[in-house]
DNA sequence: TTCCTACTTGGCTAAATTGCCATTTATGCA
DNA sequence: TGCATAAATGGCAATTTAGCCAAGTAGGAA
Protein backbone atom coordinates (compact mmCIF):
# COMPACT_ATOMS: atom_id res chain seq x y z
CA UNK A 1 0.00 0.00 0.00
CA UNK A 2 1.52 3.48 -1.14
CA UNK A 3 1.30 6.54 1.17
CA UNK A 4 -1.44 8.21 -0.65
CA UNK A 5 -3.79 4.95 0.04
CA UNK A 6 -2.72 5.23 3.63
CA UNK A 7 -3.65 8.18 4.29
CA UNK A 8 -6.83 7.46 2.62
CA UNK A 9 -7.17 4.10 5.13
CA UNK A 10 -6.33 6.70 7.73
CA UNK A 11 -8.75 8.64 7.48
CA UNK A 12 -11.60 6.06 6.68
CA UNK A 13 -11.00 4.29 9.95
CA UNK A 14 -11.63 7.71 11.73
CA UNK A 15 -15.04 7.79 10.24
CA UNK A 16 -15.70 3.64 10.67
CA UNK A 17 -15.00 4.39 14.59
CA UNK A 18 -17.40 6.95 14.73
CA UNK A 19 -20.02 4.72 12.75
CA UNK A 20 -21.76 3.06 15.64
CA UNK A 21 -24.73 4.24 17.65
CA UNK A 22 -23.21 3.67 20.70
CA UNK A 23 -19.51 4.66 19.65
CA UNK A 24 -21.33 8.42 18.07
CA UNK A 25 -23.39 8.89 21.91
CA UNK A 26 -19.88 8.29 23.45
CA UNK A 27 -17.94 11.00 21.05
CA UNK A 28 -21.12 13.48 21.40
CA UNK A 29 -20.67 12.94 25.42
CA UNK A 30 -16.86 13.60 25.39
CA UNK A 31 -17.53 16.79 23.33
CA UNK A 32 -18.98 18.23 26.62
CA UNK A 33 -16.24 16.64 28.30
CA UNK A 34 -13.90 14.29 29.53
CA UNK A 35 -15.87 11.37 31.20
CA UNK A 36 -14.91 8.32 33.03
CA UNK A 37 -15.86 4.77 31.81
CA UNK A 38 -18.01 4.66 34.26
CA UNK A 39 -20.12 7.85 33.11
CA UNK A 40 -19.80 6.54 30.17
CA UNK A 41 -21.31 3.26 30.77
CA UNK A 42 -24.23 4.39 32.66
CA UNK A 43 -25.65 6.07 29.05
CA UNK A 44 -25.65 2.34 27.29
CA UNK A 45 -27.48 -0.66 28.09
CA UNK A 46 -24.71 -3.31 27.10
CA UNK A 47 -22.41 -5.25 28.89
CA UNK A 48 -18.50 -3.12 30.22
CA UNK A 49 -16.86 -5.20 28.42
CA UNK A 50 -18.45 -3.90 25.29
CA UNK A 51 -17.98 -0.49 26.25
CA UNK A 52 -14.39 -0.91 26.57
CA UNK A 53 -14.30 -2.51 23.37
CA UNK A 54 -15.76 0.37 22.16
CA UNK A 55 -13.56 3.02 23.70
CA UNK A 56 -10.70 1.39 22.46
CA UNK A 57 -12.04 1.16 18.92
CA UNK A 58 -12.08 5.37 18.92
CA UNK A 59 -8.62 5.48 20.75
CA UNK A 60 -7.04 3.05 18.24
CA UNK A 61 -8.42 4.97 15.54
CA UNK A 62 -7.24 8.80 17.01
CA UNK A 63 -10.62 9.68 18.22
CA UNK A 64 -10.43 10.14 21.99
CA UNK A 65 -7.24 9.72 24.32
CA UNK A 66 -7.26 8.23 27.65
CA UNK A 67 -5.73 8.91 31.14
CA UNK A 68 -6.10 6.09 33.65
CA UNK A 69 -6.06 8.08 37.30
CA UNK A 70 -6.33 6.17 40.42
CA UNK A 71 -9.33 3.04 39.73
CA UNK A 72 -11.10 4.90 36.37
CA UNK A 73 -10.15 5.79 33.19
CA UNK A 74 -10.79 9.21 31.67
CA UNK A 75 -11.57 9.53 28.21
CA UNK A 76 -11.27 12.86 26.47
CA UNK A 77 -12.40 13.88 22.24
CA UNK A 78 -8.76 14.38 20.30
CA UNK A 79 -11.07 15.33 17.56
CA UNK A 80 -13.12 18.54 19.06
CA UNK A 81 -14.33 19.51 15.24
CA UNK A 82 -16.24 16.37 15.48
CA UNK A 83 -19.39 18.03 17.55
CA UNK A 84 -19.64 21.14 14.20
CA UNK A 85 -19.42 18.28 11.25
CA UNK A 86 -22.64 16.55 13.36
CA UNK A 87 -24.45 19.61 13.31
CA UNK A 88 -23.79 19.68 9.36
CA UNK A 89 -25.24 15.95 8.63
CA UNK A 90 -27.93 17.21 11.13
CA UNK A 91 -28.90 20.19 8.73
CA UNK A 92 -28.72 18.12 5.52
CA UNK A 93 -31.03 14.96 6.65
CA UNK A 94 -33.48 17.75 7.86
CA UNK A 95 -33.80 18.99 3.87
CA UNK A 96 -34.55 15.40 2.47
CA UNK B 1 -36.27 2.29 19.42
CA UNK B 2 -36.79 5.91 20.54
CA UNK B 3 -36.95 9.27 18.41
CA UNK B 4 -33.63 10.11 20.07
CA UNK B 5 -31.86 6.52 19.04
CA UNK B 6 -33.16 6.51 15.69
CA UNK B 7 -31.45 10.03 15.33
CA UNK B 8 -28.18 8.88 16.47
CA UNK B 9 -28.31 6.10 14.23
CA UNK B 10 -29.09 8.05 11.09
CA UNK B 11 -25.82 10.13 12.25
CA UNK B 12 -23.70 6.92 12.73
CA UNK B 13 -24.93 5.41 9.48
CA UNK B 14 -23.80 8.50 7.71
CA UNK B 15 -20.37 8.27 9.52
CA UNK B 16 -20.54 4.35 8.77
CA UNK B 17 -20.74 5.13 4.96
CA UNK B 18 -17.93 7.01 4.99
CA UNK B 19 -15.73 4.93 7.11
CA UNK B 20 -14.08 2.91 3.93
CA UNK B 21 -11.20 3.70 2.16
CA UNK B 22 -13.22 3.50 -1.36
CA UNK B 23 -16.07 5.49 -0.61
CA UNK B 24 -13.92 8.01 0.99
CA UNK B 25 -12.36 8.47 -1.62
CA UNK B 26 -14.79 8.41 -4.04
CA UNK B 27 -16.62 11.57 -1.81
CA UNK B 28 -13.53 13.67 -1.96
CA UNK B 29 -13.57 13.20 -5.48
CA UNK B 30 -17.15 14.39 -5.39
CA UNK B 31 -15.92 17.16 -3.02
CA UNK B 32 -14.57 18.92 -6.63
CA UNK B 33 -17.89 18.38 -8.23
CA UNK B 34 -20.04 15.47 -9.50
CA UNK B 35 -18.98 12.55 -11.58
CA UNK B 36 -20.50 9.68 -13.59
CA UNK B 37 -20.22 6.16 -11.97
CA UNK B 38 -17.47 5.71 -15.14
CA UNK B 39 -15.20 8.13 -13.67
CA UNK B 40 -15.34 6.93 -10.13
CA UNK B 41 -14.73 3.93 -11.60
CA UNK B 42 -11.23 4.80 -13.01
CA UNK B 43 -10.17 5.93 -9.18
CA UNK B 44 -9.79 2.47 -8.22
CA UNK B 45 -9.33 -0.93 -9.26
CA UNK B 46 -12.43 -2.91 -8.23
CA UNK B 47 -15.43 -4.72 -9.86
CA UNK B 48 -17.87 -2.67 -11.46
CA UNK B 49 -20.33 -3.91 -9.64
CA UNK B 50 -18.66 -3.11 -6.36
CA UNK B 51 -18.31 0.42 -7.16
CA UNK B 52 -21.85 0.43 -8.12
CA UNK B 53 -22.47 -1.35 -3.87
CA UNK B 54 -20.52 1.35 -2.40
CA UNK B 55 -22.09 4.29 -3.99
CA UNK B 56 -25.22 2.93 -3.27
CA UNK B 57 -24.44 2.55 0.30
CA UNK B 58 -23.40 6.20 0.11
CA UNK B 59 -26.64 7.75 -1.66
CA UNK B 60 -28.56 5.79 1.42
CA UNK B 61 -26.82 7.24 4.03
CA UNK B 62 -27.68 10.60 2.68
CA UNK B 63 -24.39 11.03 1.52
CA UNK B 64 -24.70 11.44 -2.05
CA UNK B 65 -27.49 11.88 -4.47
CA UNK B 66 -27.90 10.33 -8.40
CA UNK B 67 -29.00 11.99 -11.60
CA UNK B 68 -29.79 9.51 -14.50
CA UNK B 69 -28.76 11.75 -17.50
CA UNK B 70 -29.17 9.44 -20.53
CA UNK B 71 -26.78 6.23 -20.23
CA UNK B 72 -24.47 7.73 -17.51
CA UNK B 73 -25.62 7.77 -13.74
CA UNK B 74 -23.71 11.66 -12.27
CA UNK B 75 -23.05 11.65 -8.59
CA UNK B 76 -22.91 14.23 -6.44
CA UNK B 77 -22.01 15.26 -2.69
CA UNK B 78 -25.23 16.15 -0.85
CA UNK B 79 -22.52 16.80 2.43
CA UNK B 80 -20.03 19.93 1.39
CA UNK B 81 -19.44 20.12 4.76
CA UNK B 82 -17.06 16.63 4.65
CA UNK B 83 -13.90 18.09 3.13
CA UNK B 84 -13.59 20.43 5.64
CA UNK B 85 -14.22 17.95 8.65
CA UNK B 86 -11.44 15.34 6.71
CA UNK B 87 -9.39 18.58 6.85
CA UNK B 88 -9.39 18.94 10.95
CA UNK B 89 -9.07 14.80 11.08
CA UNK B 90 -5.93 15.58 8.98
CA UNK B 91 -4.14 17.82 11.33
CA UNK B 92 -5.29 15.74 14.32
CA UNK B 93 -3.44 12.73 12.60
CA UNK B 94 -0.62 14.65 12.49
CA UNK B 95 0.18 15.78 15.56
CA UNK B 96 0.40 12.01 16.76
C1' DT C 1 -34.42 -5.08 -34.31
C1' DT C 2 -29.80 -5.94 -32.77
C1' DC C 3 -25.81 -4.56 -30.54
C1' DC C 4 -23.03 -1.91 -27.32
C1' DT C 5 -22.14 0.72 -23.29
C1' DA C 6 -23.35 2.07 -18.48
C1' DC C 7 -24.93 0.62 -14.51
C1' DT C 8 -27.47 -2.33 -11.04
C1' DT C 9 -28.95 -6.60 -8.76
C1' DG C 10 -28.87 -11.74 -7.36
C1' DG C 11 -26.27 -15.01 -5.30
C1' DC C 12 -22.46 -16.62 -3.14
C1' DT C 13 -18.04 -16.91 -0.02
C1' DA C 14 -14.56 -14.91 3.00
C1' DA C 15 -13.60 -11.69 6.31
C1' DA C 16 -14.74 -8.31 9.74
C1' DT C 17 -17.70 -6.63 13.43
C1' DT C 18 -20.60 -6.86 17.49
C1' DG C 19 -21.95 -8.64 21.61
C1' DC C 20 -21.89 -11.66 25.55
C1' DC C 21 -19.74 -14.40 29.36
C1' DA C 22 -15.80 -15.61 31.90
C1' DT C 23 -11.47 -14.28 33.34
C1' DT C 24 -7.71 -11.11 34.36
C1' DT C 25 -5.35 -6.93 35.84
C1' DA C 26 -4.93 -2.93 38.71
C1' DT C 27 -6.18 0.21 42.28
C1' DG C 28 -8.02 1.43 46.69
C1' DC C 29 -9.90 0.29 51.19
C1' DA C 30 -10.62 -2.27 55.49
C1' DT D 1 -3.69 -9.45 53.73
C1' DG D 2 -8.26 -9.96 51.77
C1' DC D 3 -11.98 -7.91 49.33
C1' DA D 4 -14.47 -4.73 46.29
C1' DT D 5 -14.64 -1.78 42.29
C1' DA D 6 -13.07 -0.23 37.56
C1' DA D 7 -11.69 -1.57 33.39
C1' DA D 8 -9.54 -4.56 29.82
C1' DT D 9 -8.89 -9.05 27.44
C1' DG D 10 -9.71 -14.06 25.71
C1' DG D 11 -12.80 -16.68 23.41
C1' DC D 12 -16.84 -17.66 21.17
C1' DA D 13 -21.42 -17.33 18.17
C1' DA D 14 -24.39 -14.43 15.37
C1' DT D 15 -24.66 -10.87 12.20
C1' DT D 16 -22.95 -7.71 8.75
C1' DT D 17 -19.93 -6.29 5.14
C1' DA D 18 -17.00 -6.55 0.95
C1' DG D 19 -15.91 -8.59 -2.99
C1' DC D 20 -16.49 -11.33 -7.19
C1' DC D 21 -19.00 -13.43 -11.14
C1' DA D 22 -23.10 -13.89 -13.68
C1' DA D 23 -27.22 -12.02 -15.15
C1' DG D 24 -30.47 -8.25 -15.71
C1' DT D 25 -32.16 -3.40 -17.07
C1' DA D 26 -32.01 0.70 -19.75
C1' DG D 27 -30.47 4.06 -23.15
C1' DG D 28 -28.33 5.16 -27.57
C1' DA D 29 -26.57 3.90 -32.17
C1' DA D 30 -26.51 1.13 -36.38
Do not use: W
Not at 29 to 40: D, I, P, Q, T, W
Amino acid sequence: MNDKQEHIAKRAEVFKALGHPTRLLFVMALAEGERCVCELQKLVDIDPSTVSRHLGALKHAGVVRDDKRGQQVFYSLRLPCVAGFVGCIDRALEER
